[in-house]
């Protein structure tokens, strides 16, 4: 099972840009499929972005297509989430997770999340 830890997150302008980081340990990483998510007030948690352990697949939901880049860096056992062109809508706490198949990650089936980092954009 992998462990992880969000950082990066904060309080930005519309149009304003973070990097979010997700600090995994577990010596599946390198073989997992990773992804972001996010859940805002009142809503449920939703996918965001994946990719495998190659980039050679990826997927962003549709409302971020354009404006954030997955990536991933195995010497660091780190994920990233490049967000650019930020909107009052991308305001929640985002979550990074992981695992051995696309429609687990695609669905957020997991039953371990970490605690997240808060990404607030103001308009």
């Known amino acids: 099972q992998v462990q992880l830890v969000e950082s990066g997150g904060g309080l930005v302008q519309t149009g304003g840009s973070l990097r979010l980081s997700c600090e995994a340990s577990?010596?599946?990483?390198?073989?997992?499929?990773m992804g972001w998510f996010r859940q805002a007030p009142g809503k449920e948690r939703e996918f965001v972005a994946g990719?495998?352990?190659?980039?050679?697949?990826?997927q962003y939901t549709d409302s971020v297509k354009g404006r954030f880049t997955i990536s991933r860096e195995y010497a660091k056992k780190t994920v990233y989430l490049q967000m650019h062109s930020l909107k009052p809508e991308d305001t929640a706490v985002y979550y990074c997770n992981g695992g051995p198949q696309i429609g687990t990650l695609v669905k957020g089936d997991f039953s371990s999340w970490g605690l997240g980092t808060q990404v607030t954009v103001s308009s």
């Open positions: 990719m495998n352990w190659s980039g050679a697949w990826t």
């Open positions: 577990g010596a599946a990483f390198s073989a997992y499929y």
